[in-house]
């Protein structure tokens, strides 16, 4: 029986993962049956507002997700890149409690029709949520597989309405040094600052994400909301964002700034492009073991037919 068979499970094996597993199975058997996916992800009502921690409910789950393996929660959440708290892997998990999500506000500028500072809950629409698994790579030659709760950036841009004149959308995180011990120091440009083409932004695989896991984003992966870019190398993915731009021009990006040399505006993942220092051709699987092999890093990180179209017309080996 299922109760005798949970008895048996110790409480170690109740992991992240497992809990996600089963819950993901559920909404796939209620979706095979009509089966709404709300009735099934609803375990906490969030009232009003957006929960500032613990499960998301009402997510929807996107059915072109990958099928990989996915990366256990406790690497998803403790090996970062976040160098507003720190450039090692495990600054991030041990500093960003120092954040403070609540009240957060972002703010509309540039060529867009709804200017203006807007509360982050009210950018997000907690009936519309969807969870989806992205193959995430970093430009270090290492990757990840995370189930990402959020919404299509499209959505967002729509409701902006940007003008014709927008050709770019720029992003900036927080710059705070109250909370963020790492921007005391210049190890980069702040406030942290990234951009991708309209086309690119308005792209369906464009997400913004409030969760991971079926929960809200720990501080450490960028909450209460963050940029992810599927097919670009990490840095793309900006966290913690207050400030979203429209404009003409091509907008400066901080790893740019910090060293045009080795880092682009477009950042494609592209095994055929070396990083100036290592080579892109392999990655190595986060959470696998320190001696598990390398595998092939694929173009666009696999999302090829999904994106090649916005760079027919690019050399992608200057264009990098
Ligand atoms: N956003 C900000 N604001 N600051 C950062 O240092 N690092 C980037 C990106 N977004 C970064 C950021 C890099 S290099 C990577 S690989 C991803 O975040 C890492 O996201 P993760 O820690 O959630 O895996």
């Known amino acids: 029986m299922l109760i005798n068979r949970k008895e048996k499970i110790r409480s170690s094996e109740i992991t992240k993962e497992s809990i996600f597993r089963d819950r993901r199975n ?21 009232g009003h507002g957006f929960p500032n921690s613990g499960q998301i409910s009402n997510i ?60 982050f809950e009210d950018l997000v629409d907690l009936n519309a949520l969807e969870e989806r ?36 959308v720029q992003f900036f995180t927080l710059n705070d040094p109250n909370q963020m011990p790492g921007v005391r120091y210049r190890s980069l440009q702040w406030p942290y600052r990234e951009g991708l083409t309209i086309e690119e932004a308005i792209n369906p695989l464009s997400f913004i994400a409030v969760g991971v896991y079926g929960e809200v984003l720990p501080n450490q992966n960028g909450a209460p909301i963050r940029l992810v870019v599927p097919w670009k190398y990490g840095f793309k993915s900006i966290k913690s964002i207050v400030r979203i731009n ?36 392999y990655e190595r699987k ?29 050399d992608l080996k200057l264009n990098y």
């Open 60 to 119: 929807s789950t996107w059915q072109e997700s990958s099928d990989e393996k996915l990366t256990p929660y406790e690497h998803v959440t403790n090996y970062n890149n976040f160098y507003e708290f720190g450039t090692g892997k495990d600054d991030p998990a041990k500093n960003a409690h120092s954040l403070k999500t609540r009240p957060w506000s972002i703010t509309i500028d540039g060529e867009v029709e709804k200017k203006g500072t807007f509360d």
């Open 246 to 281: 429209f404009t003409r021009e091509m907008p400066q990006t901080t790893w740019k700034t910090a060293n045009y040399r080795e880092y682009g505006f477009y950042s494609n993942v592209n095994p055929e492009v070396s990083h100036p220092r290592w080579s892109q051709a």
């Open 26 to 46: 559920l909404v796939k058997a209620g979706i095979s049956m009509g089966i709404i996916p709300s009735i099934i992800t609803n375990i906490i009502s969030t």
């Open 286 to 314: 986060i959470g696998e073991g320190l001696f598990s092999a390398k595998v092939p890093t694929q173009l666009f990180n696999g999302y090829q037919e999904e994106v090649s179209y916005l760079y027919k017309n690019l």
């Open 133 to 168: 698994i992205y193959r995430f790579r970093c430009v270090e030659a290492w990757s990840m597989v995370i189930p990402w709760v959020g919404f299509p950036l499209k959505k967002l841009i729509d409701y902006l309405n940007p003008n014709s004149n927008a050709k770019y």
